[in-house]
DNA sequence: TGTTTCGTACGAAAACTATCGTACCTTTGG
DNA sequence: CCAAAGGTACGATAGTTTTCGTACGAAACA
């Protein structure tokens, strides 16, 4: 078996789970057919692969499911938000030891990342002192 | 879309890979002796498997090697903060639809990240304005 | 009622990742 | 010269994640 997280933490979702996730949290609790109608928009997924995954995601407890219909309805049991902090928490650990502000210096060097994106952010921080 | 790197996007490393990375980022072109020994400060790792990953990693295109001594020299390809920027890139939009500044305000509400940090942070900021 | 359609369950193959043992070569020192 | 120490190469195994085929039940409908 593994190591499972005792307390709080959820095991980290895979890149295919993740994929999953986010069209439940889009789009609110779905059934195995939408969320693979949605994947295909991007991929080709056979359904029952799809349907695999909704299963596995829930034996692992990252979704939980109302069955009481023949079309299960899945929904993440945690919220979008708190699953989001936990990956960027580890994002932040892993890269950049912890450090919040380095991983803002190389998001604001970041090319990537517009003016006003920057306006953005410049905003919020005011808003905050 | 599936953009397959062949430009300029290198294949993600795995975790394993980071941590070789990472050892070879703070300290420089090192031999596989060297990154297993830091790699044991942490956990205990096999010579061959560190060997192993490292010829995966060049392989890959993610490290090259001086094959010129006996003890090869292992060297990434891409300086850190690039391939830092690249992880940090993909991160963003595949959690936040490449909104850099949705990602900010989770850093900012994360309890993890000090007074400290979000002082730097503010620091940051209007030294670029 | 019977057949087609749409759903879930589930085992197993396929693909990837990680670990390790063994073979074999080179250098070093007695 | 020989053995020990320390290197690389590489195949095999283990572990995980992803994909997919098949079985089978329930609903829809001709």
């Known amino acids: 078996m593994k190591s499972n ?10 890149k295919a789970e993740l994929e999953i996730l986010q069209i439940l949290w889009e789009f609110g609790p779905s059934t195995v057919r939408f969320v693979n109608d949605k994947l ?13 995954q909704m299963q ?6 990252i979704l939980k499911r109302d069955e009481s ?10 919220a979008e938000e ?6 960027l928490d580890r994002f932040v650990t892993t890269l950049y030891k912890g450090s919040a502000s380095q991983l803002m210096m190389q998001l604001l060097g970041n090319e ?8 953005e952010i410049k905003k919020l921080l005011n808003s905050m002192k």
Do not use: D, R
């Open 56 to 61: 596995i995601l829930t034996e692992k407890g």
């Open 5 to 14: 997280q005792s307390e709080n933490n959820l095991p980290e979702p895979t």
């Open 69 to 78: 219909q023949m079309k299960h309805i899945y929904i993440p049991v945690e």
């Open 112 to 119: 990537k990342t517009s003016k006003a994106e920057i306006e």
């Open 40 to 52: 295909n928009e991007q991929k080709e997924v056979i359904y029952t692969s799809t349907l695999k």
């Open 82 to 87: 708190k699953t989001k902090v936990q990956l």
